[in-house]
């Protein structure tokens, strides 16, 4: 990349930042921004001390490098004493010496309330928490430009890589025909043992499921040509039905890339195919380039289908793109991307996405370029909601997005009234003050809504700008 170019010319320059959450997610963040040079990871916030401290081992960094701060005044002394300060209380960190908060608390109501005051206090925000995004991102760009300061997504997520992948191609002057990530959980095609095998790491109990196949159902799960692909596409989603679905959070990190592009879904719940990459071109399109898709300009995930020896896509981003000029469609067709039948949209894709360790690339480019990632104009456009697949009862807590009572659906976004959808993140943790059916979508009336939310009031404010 050429921003490297901008960096170095400014080797004078340290960005400094504090990062909310030591998760997966945020260890990788601190094992890999400690050690560099124009990014100074001055401190770190998470609920137990021993959470910090393994983050820390992990990471590398020595015993004496850390400093544990119950105080402000402690924090500050350890950031003079160039240590990395930890507290138990992430709103100390408002009020320290700090460029950037990075939020990765993973919990809405909390990180809310943790992104508003790092604005009010100054501080530029990365949003490790696409929670938090899903239901408020675009009021707190709003408020960020309003002081001058920068809210942005995170690089190494795949909705913040996915945004940067669709604006490369719309600067270099192609048409998104359809993009969207690959689910983590890929299926293996065993052509020997006659099996399709997932590993299931994304649900509260880790599993492997294997559905075996006849000789007919063998030949359907085999890179197709175009002429059978379509059929193919169909049958193995109902052969393949008992494996991991597509879950609400790969749902919630494509209604952020939504919002922040302006693709819109084909359908609520997705279409997730279960597809070769080979076959994304093929199938990822309308009906005028031979796919199966109702239009273009179309977010989607897909399930990737491949045999144990080949590459998988990593759980990575991809899109499906057009050049008007034919001349220059028939390039992409001719320099290594994988197309359609008549060769009119290609595929480019990048088949992993590195978490926390891509991460500190967005630091960079905030504290020293000044300029965010992308979704800068992103608009609340859809909503992620949930529809209750067993029957619900009257005081039951609702879960997150991995929530297996919950079916999530991506629909244009309403206004905040008894009778519509709550968005997926504002319904967790919420306690349900009636019985909800088998089947019915949850409404923010059959909530129990609380009265003091930064979460719920800065969803009014983003209604109020609408």
Known sequence: MSLHNL??????????????????????ILAQCYPMSQVKLSAI??????????AAKTAGIPDDQICFCQTLEQAKAALENGQLAAVTDPMLLMDLEIDTIMEGSGDPEAGAAYCLAALNAGKNVVMVSKEVDSCIGPELRRIAREKGLICTPVDGDQHGALMQLVEWARDIGCEIIAAGKSRDAEFIYDRKEKTVTVYCDQITIPKTITVHLSDEECELMESSDPDKVQECVR????????LDPRGGFDLCEMVNAANATGLVPDTSLLHDFILHTPELPMVLCGPEYGGMLSRSGVIEVVT???????SGLGGGEWIVVHCPNAYSQMILATKGCLNNADQTVSLVYRPYHLCGVEASATLQCVGITGVSIG??????????????????HKGDVMGNDHDTRMLTHMVPAT?????????????????LACDVP??????????????HSALFDLRRQLEAHL
């Open 7 to 28: 960096y170095t010319a400014k080797t004078e320059q340290v960005t400094t930042a504090a990062l909310i959450g030591v998760g997966h997610f945020g260890t990788a």
């Open 45 to 54: 916030a998470s609920l137990t001390w021993e959470s910090m401290a393994q």
């Open 235 to 242: 049958r193995r989603k109902e052969i393949l039905h008992e």
């Open 304 to 310: 990737n289908l491949h045999e144990r020896h080949e």
């Open 375 to 392: 979704g800068d104009t992103a608009k609340q456009s859809f909503d992620i909601v949930q529809e209750a697949v067993v029957d619900l």
């Open 415 to 431: 206004r905040m009234q008894p009778d519509q959808p709550i968005p997926a993140h504002m319904l967790n943790g919420k306690v």
């Open 438 to 451: 088998k089947g019915t979508i949850i409404t923010y009336g059959m909530v129990e809504c609380p009265e």
